[in-house]
């Protein structure tokens, strides 16, 4: 955040922000969008990549997904997103990913289905903004100052900035969620 001044002119103070970081976190209608997960198996591998032909639905997916970057790109006054790739993914197992990036202008996920854990972040996405603020002072532009917690649940929407870092807290051994997981391309 700076604050600019106008020699001489009292009152005349503005106050621009350069912190801005738009996300879009909301519920996602995804009615008639399913995927065929395996059964849970405590032995088997944490993190499954679902083929394209499991779920059903993927093109209202895709287009939920494009809607949602495309409105980003025009808050930031960017070019609009023309293309996704988006993938089925089931976590379970103790499934955790430390801070990570995307690759892509917009990362997004949708929840399809998540078991209830013991512990309310168990399976939890979290976002970070990795930029620093200013040492030892309070940032009012600074996004979050923490991290911004999405908790899994059937629905839940969310696309961010691919530079955004991100993370997602370990899941419980019975714990399975499958998610729709996008990047802009």
Same mark, same amino acid.
């Given at each position: 955040?700076?604050?600019t =001044?106008?020699?001489g !002119?009292r +009152? ?5 922000r350069?912190?801005k970081?738009?996300?879009?976190v909301? %519920?996602? /209608?995804?009615t008639g969008i %399913?995927a065929?997960?395996?059964?849970? /198996?405590?032995a ?7 083929p394209? *032909?499991s779920v059903? $639905?993927?093109?209202g997916l895709?287009a939920q997904?494009? !809607? ?8 930031d006054? =960017?070019a609009?997103v023309? !293309?996704? %790739? ?9 499934y /955790?990913?430390p801070a990570?990036?995307?690759? $892509?202008?917009y990362? +997004?996920? %949708?929840?399809?289905s998540?078991s209830?854990?013991?512990h309310?972040? *168990?399976g939890c996405?979290?976002l970070? /903004?990795p ?8 940032m009012p $532009?600074?996004?979050?100052?923490r991290?911004? #917690?999405? @908790?899994?649940?059937?629905g839940?929407?969310a696309? @961010?900035p $691919?530079w955004l870092?991100?993370?997602i807290?370990p899941?419980e =051994?019975?714990q399975?969620?499958? #998610? !729709?997981?996008?990047v802009?391309?």
């Amino acid at each position: 955040m700076t604050a600019t =001044a106008t020699a001489g !002119a009292r +009152g005349t103070e503005t106050v621009t922000r350069y912190w801005k970081t738009g996300l879009i976190v909301t %519920t996602a /209608d995804i009615t008639g969008i %399913t995927a065929r997960a395996p059964e849970p /198996d405590p032995a088997g591998h944490p993190r499954l990549i679902l083929p394209a *032909s499991s779920v059903t $639905g993927m093109a209202g997916l895709e287009a939920q997904f494009l !809607a949602s970057m495309n409105q980003l790109a025009e808050t930031d006054g =960017a070019a609009p997103v023309t !293309a996704v %790739t988006v993938q089925a993914e089931v976590w379970r197992n103790r499934y /955790d990913l430390p801070a990570f990036a995307c690759q $892509g202008r917009y990362a +997004g996920w %949708t929840f399809l289905s998540a078991s209830k854990p013991g512990h309310s972040e *168990s399976g939890c996405l979290n976002l970070t /903004d990795p930029r620093a603020g200013s040492a030892l002072t309070a940032m009012p $532009g600074l996004p979050w100052g923490r991290q911004f #917690v999405i @908790v899994p649940a059937a629905g839940a929407h969310a696309v @961010v900035p $691919g530079w955004l870092t991100c993370s997602i807290v370990p899941l419980e =051994a019975s714990q399975q969620i499958t #998610v !729709a997981v996008a990047v802009a391309s």
